[in-house]
C-alpha cells in the first residue's frame, strides 16, 4: 500500500485519524518541533532480525530505553540484530528512516511479529509515520486497535521500564 491507500484503509475500518505534513525525519531526535507540533505519543520503530530468521517490529514511545541485549529473553526470540533494507522494503513496504507500525498492512504473509510498547498501547493517541517519513499520522487507541485487527495482528504487548511482557500475542 501507498500512504493514499493506508489513508484510505484507515477511513475504510472508521479509525480516527489526523495526518500532518513536514519535512523528512529520519530518526528519533529529529523534529523536535514537529513532534511538539502534532498531539500524541510519538514513536521509534525498530526492524529486527533474530539468529533465527523471524523478522519483529518494536514501536516503542520515543523516549524508551530498548535494551537490545536483552529484549530477545523477554520476546523469546533468538538474539537480535537490525534487519536489512532490502528485507524492511519486501516485508514493511518502507524504507529506513520511514519504519512504522503501518506498514504491517503490507506485510500479507504475516512475517514480522509486532512488539508494542505497553505506553503506546495505554495512549488516547499515537503518532506513526504513514508509510512515508514526511508525514505523522496520529490515531486513537480504538484506531489503532481496529487497525491492527483488520490486517489479522495482535501484538505482543512489552513494558519496556520492566522488561517484561504485559500481554501475550496470540498464536497465529
Known amino acids: 500500500m501507498t500512504r ?3 489513508l484510505a484503509h484507515l477511513d475504510a475500518i472508521g479509525a480516527d485519524h489526523a495526518t500532518t505534513d513536514h519535512e523528512a525525519v529520519f530518526r ?4 523536535e518541533a514537529v513532534k511538539q507540533a502534532i498531539p500524541g505519543a ?25 535494551d537490545l541485549k536483552r529484549l530477545h529473553t523477554v520476546i523469546g526470540s533468538a538474539r537480535l540484530s537490525f534487519g536489512n ?9 518502507v524504507t529506513p528512516g520511514s519504519v ?3 506498514g504491517l498492512v503490507n506485510d500479507v504473509a504475516h512475517r514480522v511479529r509486532f512488539v508494542l510498547d505497553r505506553t503506546l498501547a ?4 499515537v503518532a506513526f509515520h504513514p508509510l512515508t517519513n514526511t508525514a505523522t499520522t496520529t490515531i486513537s487507541r480504538t484506531g489503532f486497535a481496529n487497525f491492527l485487527s483488520s490486517i489479522g495482528v495482535r501484538p505482543l504487548v512489552v513494558d519496556f521500564r520492566a522488561m517484561t511482557v504485559v500481554e501475550p500475542a496470540a498464536a497465529r
Open 28 to 31: 528519533v531526535g529529529e523534529g
Open 122 to 125: 495505554e495512549a488516547e493517541r
Open 4 to 6: 493514499a491507500d493506508l
Open 85 to 93: 533494507a532490502e528485507l524492511m522494503a519486501q516485508t514493511l513496504g
Open 42 to 66: 510519538h514513536t521509534k520503530n525498530l526492524f529486527l532480525k533474530d539468529a533465527k530468521g523471524q523478522l519483529w517490529l518494536i514501536s516503542a514511545e520515543d523516549h524508551a530505553v530498548i
Open 100 to 102: 512504522t507500525a503501518f
